[in-house]
């Protein structure tokens, strides 16, 4: 089983910037294909980004295509997700995943985007 610890969130202004990071520990992380999704109040969990195994692939939502950039580094079992030009809709709490052998989510951070 792999144990995820997402951080990074907080406030940021419109137009902004955070970097996010989920850190895996437990069972191999290098073998899996990794995922952000998010949450907003009172919406269904979407998926943000996903990378293959090696890093070497990436896809994104629309929605944060080219403001949003997902990487990985399998020696520190981290994943990351840099996050540019914030809007107010990016506001939720952001939660990373992998497959195969997802068994459970781990606590999220939360982004909140504000003036």
């Known amino acids: 089983q792999v144990q995820l610890v997402e951080s990074g969130g907080g406030l940021v202004q419109p137009g902004g910037s955070l970097t996010l990071s989920c850190r895996a520990s437990?069972?191999?992380?290098?073998?899996?294909?990794m995922r952000w999704y998010r949450q907003a109040p009172g919406k269904e969990r979407e998926l943000v980004a996903g990378?293959?195994?090696?890093?070497?692939?990436?896809n994104y939502a629309n929605s944060v295509k080219g403001r949003f950039i997902i990487s990985r580094d399998n020696a520190k079992n981290t994943l990351y997700l840099q996050m540019n030009s914030l809007k107010p809709e990016d506001t939720a709490v952001y939660y990373c995943?992998?497959?195969?052998?997802?068994?459970?989510w781990g606590q999220g951070t939360q982004v909140t985007v504000s003036s």
């Open positions: 990378i293959s195994s090696s890093g070497g692939k990436t």
């Open positions: 437990g069972r191999t992380f290098s073998g899996r294909v």
């Open positions: 995943y992998y497959a195969p052998g997802f068994t459970s």
